[in-house]
């Protein structure tokens, strides 16, 4: 045990407990009593090391992502980690992904992927502070209403092209300038009768018009306006 404890200390500052990560060695320790071959010649601290420092880099690999990544992902941004270290320490500056990809030996996009996989290790609250006065939460946008107003208007402007010119002036005069009935029909010299009538029918020929071009979101709102 106290071989376990001297292997798990190292990884001890990565975010786990300690306690957790000799438990995970104690399983390796077991494994390797099991396995170990005493007439074999190898001394058994040799044998179980590795055995012990595989059950704790399992665990990392295993519970302590908070998105699953592919192992050779998680592999390679624990290499890009202890490289970028080490050329950090030379140069004093941060290297960048092409200097890692050529010190490591793999293409730059699976460097640059695997940085970006390595961002899933732990994952933070929505109330995270993101500043002196705003949480992450604060960061995240929300569904503009207007953006679906734009598409709907534009799904009515097309069906207005299935009516004739009296027809059109009166959709556009009732429900884009909001003019009253009594304004339209004074306008046109008819009844007020009249242009409900002929609005009822503009209507019902705009709604054929989208049924046959399967717009059903733009029907919704001719109903509605209906």
Known sequence: MPLVRALARPYGGRGEDLDDL????????????????????????????????????????????????PRSVQELDAKISRESAQMAQKSGRKPGVEELAKRLGVPERQVADAMIGGQGYRSLSLDHPAGETR?????????????????????????????????????????????????????????????????????????DYLAAASEPAAIETLALAA
């Open 22 to 69: 000799v438990q995970a060695g104690s399983v390796g320790l077991v494994k390797a009593i099991d396995r170990f071959d005493p007439y074999a010649g190898t001394r058994f601290v040799a044998f179980a090391s590795p055995n012990i420092t595989g059950e704790i880099k399992r665990h990392f690999r295993d519970h302590c992502w908070s998105i699953h990544v």
């Open 135 to 207: 949480e992450a939460l604060d960061l995240f946008g929300a569904d503009d209403a207007a953006y679906a107003a734009v598409d709907r208007r534009s799904l009515v402007m097309d069906a207005i092209s299935a009516l004739d010119d009296r027809e059109r002036e009166m959709v556009v005069l009732r429900y884009f300038d909001e003019q009253l009935q009594r304004e339209i029909a004074d306008r046109f010299g008819i009844s007020q009768m009249q242009v409900s009538r002929i609005l009822a029918s503009a209507l019902e020929k705009m709604h």
